[in-house]
């Protein structure tokens, strides 16, 4: 446990995004900071967006614009240039690959515990184990889902050229239709789609947990400089979180509508399916003793070594610099808990 | 099956012309009653060839849609309009400022001109990606991508307005001791206005394709965010929603600059 | 534009001096305050990323020019047959052009999610968004062209017995060409863009999907390089159609 005892009194001027939907009232003693989140607002970002309609964030000293991610985005990348203050990414493996390349970024915490990522396919076609995946049309998301798809095959004995793996579409009409033969989904998004379309009785999944695998998802990051010079930022910023999050686990109805507010052409039936889900995965592996964020230490280390094994970093990094679990053990274990 | 429909709306259209109502009434009059009939054909073809829905969906599902959460709408409606403004006002302003240096400084127009070209090629896209990690999630990006995809244009056409001042009237207002600033003002520029509307009403459309494309990059309200968050939903009639939306902003803005243009340029009789 | 420059070769050495004066700038900046490369890399670096994935590069160049190419031919085409229909049937302006606004009202790329949906990833996709980028300022080309003609000389082939379609095929179409060869050039940079723009947001291979890989592997080298290689491609493209234009219309 490093702990850090730094006493600053500088502000220096933090985020140069700080939106148009910045509407606090002056209150002088307020630090301006931003987070960007991986994706397009949805319930899966449900706790921050509840702090911040709330009012947590203010009543920590900070005046916080929540921005969306997307597409064309890396939030590591707009967390090291100072663009936003803190950034939700991609997850364990995009960490890495950014201190991979010097991004002087740092995770401050882990959301989602467990692997999001399934890979369906039809009950009664012909994939029946993942041997069966040779030769298949398999579509993934190269945003870190193929690194799951590469471990799982890797595992098995399977090298990935011989699937057929292409990127995956936007929407899941070509699996629903057959031309596509595996998918990858997100238990809380394209999960309830497929099942929306297709009875759930007909379908298999595959998880990563099966064969050994676990692929922290959803990771809170700072830069290097913020974690250093601004700590008390940085724990207020997760105290204010956590109790967002708490909150709406405990009124999830409460919190979809304030998803919705954000995000007003979502499907409502759609979010409250995703909230239950993130919930599952925010509480579980070592989070359900430890608490939401929690950095597991012995799946942060076995995830490196996969990934130095497969070439997804070029060479061993420091993982006590990549990964500082100072901030979120500094918040009272009773906090954490939902 | 339409003619009823049609004779009345004729019928109308000869009411109002007989009633010797001023020009413009008369065009907005028949402006309206030319999205009326548009939008019947529009709410009755779908339902004659019976049109999925996940191609195009009946007008009024889209104006309920939009009447169920009219903020996000009219949000991003004014978000986007207030970035297809700045984009358009800064290059518009640096189009015409550069246009009268390359008109006067043949060095440096030889010289930074082939640059000018060049940026054009680069992916505005591409462009975008950068420009939100140097500036962050701030109505300055927005405006930077549209300022970037409207100076262009700007700048060749007032170029090619200036060159087209007649030398003898130049000669002639010299002749009367005329500063360069004055005859920028009072001939070359007045002469040059016509081209350099040609190029603002493009760069009219154009700013709006760079505040919908820098929308894409992590924006939280515009109709570009509400474009891309209806695509990752497959959404189809949310996406109809933003496209209607968008093109009123479009048609809005070009139409305001046509009219200045008629005013300003009263003398253009190629209308 | 003779009156636009003193010289050719004076021109043209200025206009080297500008690039090279903007070069030298950019290495010294990103070199001289040691920017890291995601802000901005130095151009001897790109440059030797371009050429040492100069295989990935031109793959992916050669993907985006067949999505560009195809959709500005299929552009051209509609463009062209949509003008030649109205100028063979007038009755069809009144119902064609309001509609052809209409669509374009909304920028292109405004449809892109649309047609991502209908048409998926898939190279479709991006070729059907460049002809509708391209179709309108083709057919809007077009009819200016086509409306430019002298009526007087219209009326003399009529009394010498011309068909339309003759009157068309040999005066209208040949008065039309210098304004359309103006529309297709300008729109040769307009396809490129629009086929990386919709690659971005979803496809299998070319420079958008390059530009989408580098920027989420922060391999801002990369980034760049794929922006000079289209670049290239655009110029490329545009220089080929200007270079067409004047073999056809040698009489200008």
């Known amino acids: 446990m490093l702990s850090r005892r730094h ?89 890495f690959a950014a201190r991979d390349k010097g991004l002087p970024i740092v995770c401050i915490g882990v959301s989602h515990q467990i692997t999001p990522f399934i890979f369906v396919t039809r009950k009664d076609g012909p994939v029946k184990t993942i041997q069966d995946f040779k030769g298949k049309t398999v579509t993934t998301w190269f945003t870190g889902a193929n690194h799951v798809l ?20 936007v929407s899941v009409t070509p699996f629903v239709d057959g031309s596509v033969d595996v998918v990858t989904a997100t ?59 708490k909150d709406a686990f405990a009124d999830p109805k409460g919190a979809v509508d304030t998803v919705m ?51 997804v970093i070029s060479k061993p990094l420091d993982l006590a610099a990549a990964y500082d679990a100072s901030f979120i053990q500094g918040v009272p274990q009773a906090d954490r808990l939902p | 099956m339409s003619s009823p429909v049609a004779t009345s709306l004729g019928e109308a259209g000869a009411a109002a012309r007989s009633m010797a109502m001023p020009a413009p009434l008369r065009k907005l009059i028949r402006l309206l009653l030319g999205l009326v009939v548009a939008a019947v054909i529009w709410e009755g073809a779908v339902q004659l060839f019976g049109i999925r829905p996940y191609y195009l969906p009946r007008l009024s599902t889209i104006l309920m849609a939009i009447a169920a959460t009219p903020r996000a709408y009219v949000d991003g409606f004014l978000r986007t309009l207030a970035e297809t403004l700045i984009g358009f006002a800064s290059g518009g302003a640096f189009g015409v400022l550069m246009g009268v240096v390359f008109f006067r400084v043949r060095a440096l127009r030889e010289m930074v001109f082939p640059i000018f070209v060049v940026s054009q090629t680069i992916p505005v896209i591409a462009f975008g990606a950068l420009v939100v990690l140097w500036f962050g999630n701030t109505l300055l990006a927005k405006a930077i991508i549209a300022f970037y995809l409207t100076f262009f244009p700007v700048t060749v056409n007032t170029l090619l307005g200036l060159e087209t001042v007649d030398p003898k009237q130049v000669a002639l207002m010299r002749s009367f001791g005329a500063s360069n600033r004055q ?32 929308e894409w990059f992590g924006d939280t309200t515009g109709l570009g965010v509400l474009l891309l968050q209806a695509m990752f939903t497959e959404n189809v009639v949310a996406i109809w929603a933003a496209l209607l939306a968008a093109a009123l902003l479009g048609t809005g803005f070009y139409a305001v600059v046509a009219a200045v243009e008629r005013r300003l340029v009263f003398w253009n009789a190629e209308q | ?46 440059l030797a990323g371009l050429w040492s994935k100069r295989a990935t590069l031109i793959d992916a160049a050669g993907y ?31 119902a064609i052009l309001p509609l052809a606004t209409a669509i374009n009202s909304v920028p292109v790329v405004g449809y892109s999610p649309l047609i991502l949906l209908w048409f998926g990833i898939g190279v479709s996709s991006k070729i059907v968004m460049v002809a509708m980028a391209v179709s309108f300022t083709i057919l809007l080309s077009m009819l200016a062209g086509l409306d430019r003609v002298d009526r007087r000389a219209v009326d ?73 290689v289209a670049s290239a491609a655009s110029l490329a493209f545009f220089g080929l159609i200007g270079f067409l234009e004047r073999k056809i219309l040698f009489w200008t």
Request: aromatic share 8%; charged share 15%; net charge positive.
């Open chain 3, 64 to 94: 985006t020019l067949l999505e560009a190419l195809v959709g500005y031919g299929l552009g051209c085409l509609i463009g062209i047959g949509l003008a030649v229909a109205i100028a063979l049937v007038p009755a069809l302006r009144s």
């Open chain 3, 1 to 46: 534009m003779s009156r636009a420059f003193a010289s050719p070769s004076l021109a043209v050495q200025r206009g080297i001096l500008g690039a090279v004066l903007l070069v030298a700038c950019w290495e010294g900046a990103a070199r001289g305050l040691h920017l890291p490369a995601y802000v901005l890399p130095a151009v001897s670096d790109i």
């Open chain 1, 261 to 311: 507010a954000t995000a007003p052409t979502l499907d409502r039936a759609q979010q409250e399916f995703m909230l239950t889900e993130v919930k599952r995965l925010m509480t579980s592996g070592a989070a359900a003793k430890n608490g939401m964020f929690w950095i597991d230490a012995d799946a942060v280390k076995t995830a490196h070594d996969f990934f130095l094994k497969y070439g």
């Open chain 3, 156 to 228: 003399l082939m009529k009394s010498f017995g011309a068909s339309r379609f003759g009157v068309l095929w040999r005066l209208r179409l040949p008065t039309a060409l210098p304004l359309l060869l103006a529309g297709m050039r300008v729109s040769t940079v307009r396809s490129v863009i629009v086929a990386i723009v919709t690659e971005m947001l979803g496809a299998h291979g070319g420079l958008g999907w390059v530009i989408y890989q580098a920027v989420l592997q922060i391999d801002f080298v990369q980034v760049w390089a794929a922006i000079f």
């Open chain 1, 150 to 169: 590469n471990g799982m095959l890797a595992k098995e004995g399977i090298k990935p050229d011989e699937l057929k793996i292409q990127p995956q579409q």
């Open chain 2, 183 to 214: 005859l920028l003002l009072r001939l070359q520029l007045p002469t040059a206005l016509p081209q350099i509307f040609v190029a603002l009403r493009l760069a009219a459309s154009l700013s709006l394709v760079g505040a919908i494309v820098g």
């Open chain 1, 7 to 95: 006493a600053f009194s500088v502000l220096s001027a933090i985020a140069l995004a700080t939106g148009s939907l910045v509407t606090a009232a002056p209150a002088a003693e307020l630090q301006k900071a931003s987070l960007r989140l991986k994706w397009l607002p949805q319930a899966q970002f449900a706790g921050f967006y509840v702090a911040a309609a709330k009012g947590y964030y203010k009543a920590e000293g900070i005046d916080l614009t929540i921005n969306p991610g997307g597409p064309n985005l890396l939030t590591e990348n707009l967390v090291a240039t100072g663009a936003d203050t803190f950034g939700l990414s991609g997850g364990t493996d995009s960490v």
């Open chain 1, 187 to 245: 238990y809380y998004n394209e999960f309830y789609t497929i099942q929306s379309r297709m009875p759930k009785d007909s379908l298999k999944t595959f998880v990563a947990e099966d064969y050994g695998i676990t692929f922290p998802r959803d990771t809170l990051i700072v830069a290097e400089a913020t974690a250093k010079e601004k700590p008390e930022l940085v724990k207020a910023f997760l105290r204010a979180s956590l109790k967002g999050w």
